[in-house]
């Protein structure tokens, strides 16, 4: 059941239907309804609705003469993405280097903390989900809403490849040890290194899911949680 915070109920239930799309929970082609989500989620149907209407707009789920079914993302898609990433991640990076609040990075090094915890644990759903808000923290220090809006949905949408990524090609340390590496650069003020980590991740990332892709077939996986 979602639990209620000091956000509103339809972006609870969005949050939630966008995470187990994009971690595979639910699986590409599946077919789901306002009624068995509702159920699921311990929720009225308008929220629901509200919600779905959102990831249709996103493209993520789609109505079909069976019903509403869900998309989710392709290798295709995937490619795509990193495309932008390797033409914008950069640049947002190395301003947020320039303006991370204390705060903010405070909360990147505890992440880093508990993902080399977690990776020694083996566990690649946690380290995965403390990837993407490792990556969401650096996104809002940028101090850009733009570069923002456009990399925070660009990294939640390769979530399922990610956590294949780290399962199955044993990256989940070589991943962590990157991060670690750029929190000491943003730390450190040093451009010039947040820009050649950064590169050197994104390209070590894609090139884990592709081959772990061709080897596996991501798009037939589920996910466990």
């Known amino acids: ?83 932008v990433k390797r033409r914008i991640e950069v640049m947002a990076t190395r301003r947020a280097a320039e303006h991370f609040s204390e705060e903010g990075l405070k909360a990147l090094k505890d992440n880093v903390d508990q993902q080399e915890f977690y990776a020694q644990k083996g566990d690649a759903v946690k380290v995965r989900d403390l990837d993407t808000e490792f990556h969401d923290i650096i996104y809002r220090e940028c101090g850009s809403i733009t570069f923002e809006t456009i990399l925070t949905p660009i990294h939640h949408k ?36 947040v820009d050649t980590i950064v590169l050197m991740h994104i390209d070590h990332a894609y090139n884990s899911i592709m081959e772990v892709n061709e080897q596996y077939g991501t798009n037939n996986s589920t996910e466990n949680h």
């Open 158 to 193: 390769m979530m399922k490849f990610r956590r294949l990524s780290l399962e199955k090609s044993h990256r989940i340390m070589a991943s962590v040890a990157e991060h670690r590496a750029l929190y000491n650069a943003i730390a450190e003020k040093d451009g010039d290194k």
């Open 1 to 83: 059941m979602i639990e209620y915070k000091n956000v509103s109920l339809a972006d609870r239930v969005y949050d939630q239907l966008e995470y187990n799309i994009l971690s595979g929970a639910y699986a590409q082609g599946e077919i789901i309804s306002e009624t068995r989500l509702s159920e699921e989620l311990g929720v009225s149907r308008t929220p629901i609705r509200e919600a779905m209407s959102r990831l249709s707009h996103e493209k993520l789920i789609k109505e079909s003469t069976m019903g509403t079914v869900v998309v989710g993302v392709t290798e295709k898609d995937v490619k795509d993405l990193f495309e």
